[in-house]
């Protein structure tokens, strides 16, 4: 089982390395006559209304249906292969616990890979709802660098530390914490869109304030999904250790990505903040989370056994 779950790993690897190709050739590729004829967009409600882009494409006047050119071709590749990324990772994970008994929560290794399975999810799930593909130019290659740095570290499972030995809690733990990072690499990729855009001409992007929005409603789904990860985190700690916070720099690091991301909102929701000092933020936030995720590597603590 745990060989399965190594091919399934480096077979998703590969779709993800397919996925941010696809999406490049189909950003930077020459407009078509069809893009023209697109419809206009049509909005997010709320805010005054968010400008949402169906995609090139995807019909003429009148709301004919055209005939799909390159660009959406280029996209439907892009979606499928990181669908198939997506499930390749799940079987993954699937086949390692079945194989070792417990939640991707023992190493480096099994985490960084929950951690592109949430960056996955959470590209496909705003691809999804918002029609936001062009948010993958950036997703991609975060949840693509994960894999690869999966693959370069030991993934030998073995045995829990007594810490580790409560499975149900750390699973909801960590599960919550990749589904959280994933909606912070998502809300990261429309604050980078957001600085770019005024500088780049790539086909199909999003206006501005689409950008704004989507970053805001990600983070509105990242913060509340941190305040669970960090009460189960105290939790474990209490069961573990006898008390629900230490100090330790993993929760220290933990603790202020979700102090940033309380700014933002409350940034945002109480001041009013919008544009280029918003996107900084999510861009910051999500530097957080990455620090907190490799800090074993620069701190001891209670969370080191996790680390290489």
Sequence with gaps: MFQLSQYALVAATILVALGVAATIA???????????LAPAPATVGGGGGVALHPGPGAGGPGGAVLPPDGGVRLAGYASLVTGLALLALTLGLIFSALATGHGPFSNQHEFAVAFAWGILAANLF????YHARALAIFVLPFALAMLVYAVTIDAKPGPLVPALQNSLLLTA????????????????????????????????????SFLDELGYRAVMIAFPLMTVMIILGAIWADVAW??????????????????????????RVSRGWRGDRSAFLLILGFAAVIFTFMGNYFFTGMHSYGGK
């Design 26 to 36: 189909n950003l930077t590729r020459h407009p078509s006559r069809r893009d023209a």
């Design 126 to 129: 705003f691809e999804w709802r």
């Design 173 to 208: 733990h960590v599960f919550t914490a990749v589904l959280a990072y994933g909606a912070a690499a998502v809300a990261c990729a429309a604050g980078t869109l957001y600085l770019l855009a005024p500088h780049i001409r790539w086909h199909g992007m999003p206006k501005q």
């Design 242 to 267: 006898g008390h629900y916070w230490s100090w330790d720099p993993k929760e220290t690091a933990a603790l202020v990505t979700w102090l940033i991301y309380g700014a933002y909102l409350h940034a």
